[in-house]
């Protein structure tokens, strides 16, 4: 991966000349279709081993160009049939469900120039085999070598970063056009994997095939590199490790050579390098080499012990658990279906047809046993089946008979209030510190009257550990609280039949820097915290080694930065950004300090209109460290709007 803004330079056109070329370049390309006879001649007869060396002697060697002259070459070797570039990171091909890109990128106007953070910006140059792996300076062959390199978004590849292939599970973070970074479900590994869509899987595995013939003399030194011991086994033969090498022949399989690599290999090889990818002329030299791949059979038998329990909180989760199938044939995974409607309305998943994570459903590996579906709806029956299954992609095989399939429901909790607040379930939304001093927070669920929710400016002396000696505040809801609902207090206002009162002490905020919890319970004694804001000019959560005083406080154990509590450098602080969407969107919005106003003077409280539903729109600029979007949730950007996730995108719903 290369990230922009780099030291490499940039090419920029300064003449038409370029244009000149390129058209030269183009009516070159176009006379020229075929391998050259002959050309690989010396491989007749072989497998194995001795066929990749004899194919590495045919394609060593090649005409090297500089990494900065990729801008050039990709004019030519990865233009679509409309002219824009071929981004396999982003393009969803035509003739394919939702067959139109959601962006496009046209050549030289659209390259990359500096890190904008979001999708559809611009494109850099992607080495599909990381260059960290092989360690190369960028004199050396394999760093331009263009059949791994293609032209890519800048956020998609920034996002892959040097994490190998592989089958995603949980997705922490989905691009535009369904490519997945995640948790890894092929057998044999369990780290962190990034899935392209299916359309170029093959293009993708080819390229991992040429690499390691080409680069045959040396490969097998660059297993202790960084992050290359996740697929190499430190040999020239077989190169990568088992999972890896079952995982790309599958995807040779399921995903044949397209047009597209065939105009690629022809022009790499008339026009630049003069080398070819033999696996693109000849798909079947895979199998001769590494083995074919191998198509498992069903499972023998469906796995045992489905139930669902209660998560937590049990009014938003369920905790489903099972036990592993037994038999002759194993299953590589399970998919877990379900349904808000019945057992009947789960339909059975078709043998050659996986099926995605999202909402309801879910693919886990074998020997987990165990997941949980987080963000339900409460009061809610939901239905579950689980099917074992073998292989992946176009091979997967589902075990659905003989019936009965293993099922089990549950009906989530009731989301009342009182007693099953927990942190997260309001937000602090303003702070301010500058007569009057005041503080407003937002219910996410509803408070039934009675609740008690306490506030005070004591901090934490360690992460586990209260201060005293401070003040709180006390609101007790005088009525049923609505999910939404805003509620405000100010340093001298006539509080008499708002639900607030003064607690012990004296609650006021310090411009020098202070912090405000929200909690239930008795401070110290067995309290539930909700949130927690610390604030003021230079103002940060403690370390380990530093002294608390009234005006700063360590972040406790039980509240987690950007999630439920947050650090907002300023005296004055008010949340200034959407107000209607989901509990999490909402929720990590608000935990996020870019999207809130602040001052050193006194601002006004904001006329606030919050709306918790199920659909959030980000119609504005805005910024979030992790967010969740869970089932039966939808999250969309308007145009022209930037949604930067700075940490972890985890979706559940497959939106």
Known sequence: MDLPGSTFGRF????????????????????????????????????????????????????????????????????????????????IPDGTPNGNPPYVFTFITNQCATTPGYEGACYNREHSFPKSWFGAVLSDTMYSDMFHLYPTDSKVNSMRNNNPYGQVGTASWTSMN?????????????????????DFKGDIARSYF???????????????????????????????????????????????????????NNEIYTTYQHNRNP????????????????????????????????????????????????????????????????FAAITDPVDGTAVA???????????????????????????????????????????????????????TGANTGTGTLQAGDIAIIEVNSTDPDRVSFVAFKQIDAGTVINFTDNGYSDVNTVRTGEGFLIY????????????????????????????????????NGDQVFAFLGTWGGGHTLLYGVNTGTNSAWLITGATATSNTSFLPAVLTDHVNALVLQANNCNYNLITGGTTNALGSLIAYPSNWATSSSNIPTPSWNFSVNTITTISQNAAVEDILIGAGETLTISATKHFIVNGTLTNIAGQ
């Open 357 to 411: 994570d999202g909402g309801l459903n879910k693919n886990v590996g074998t020997g987990v046993q165990t997941y949980s579906f987080t963000g339900l709806n409460a009061s809610t029956a939901y239905y579950f089946k689980i099917y074992s299954y073998t292989n992946t992609g176009l091979n997967i095989n589902y075990k659905t008979l003989p019936l009965p399939i293993q099922s089990a429901s549950l009906v």
């Open 476 to 511: 007790t809801a005088p009525s049923t609280i609505a999910a939404g609902t805003v509620v405000s207090w100010y340093s001298g206002m006539t509080m008499a039949g708002t639900g607030w009162s003064a607690g012990s002490g004296s609650f006021s905020l310090s411009t």
């Open 12 to 91: 920029r056109p300064t003449s038409h000349k370029l244009y000149l070329l390129i058209f030269c370049m183009f009516l070159f390309r176009t006379g020229v279709s075929q391998i050259p006879p002959g050309y690989y001649n010396q491989a007749a007869g072989l497998s194995g081993a001795a066929l990749k060396t004899a194919l590495h002697k045919i394609i060593r060697g090649h005409t090297r160009y500089s990494y900065d002259y990729l801008w050039t070459s990709f004019v030519t070797t990865d233009d679509k049939p409309n002219g824009k570039v071929w981004d396999i990171y982003s393009d």
């Open 210 to 264: 040429y690499m390691a013939t080409r680069y045959e003399s040396c490969i097998a030194s660059w297993q202790t590199n960084t992050g290359a011991d996740a697929v190499l086994d430190g040999t020239s033969y077989p190169c990568y490790d088992q999972w890896f090498i079952d995982l790309l022949l599958a995807w040779n399989v399921a995903d044949p050579v397209s047009q597209k690599e065939i105009d690629r």
């Open 178 to 198: 369904g490519s997945k970074l995640g948790t890894c479900i092929t057998p044999g590994y369990t780290g962190t994997v990034f899935e392209p869509r299916d």
């Open 279 to 342: 696996y693109i002329d000849h798909p079947e030299y895979v199998g001769v080499v590494w083995g074919p791949v191998v198509i498992k059979a069903e499972p023998t038998s469906h796995p045992t012990n489905f139930t669902a329990v209660a998560g937590s909180p049990a009014y938003s989760a369920i905790a489903l658990s099972w036990t592993d199938a037994i038999g002759t044939v194993l299953p590589d995974g399970y998919l877990i279906k379900g349904s808000t409607v019945s």
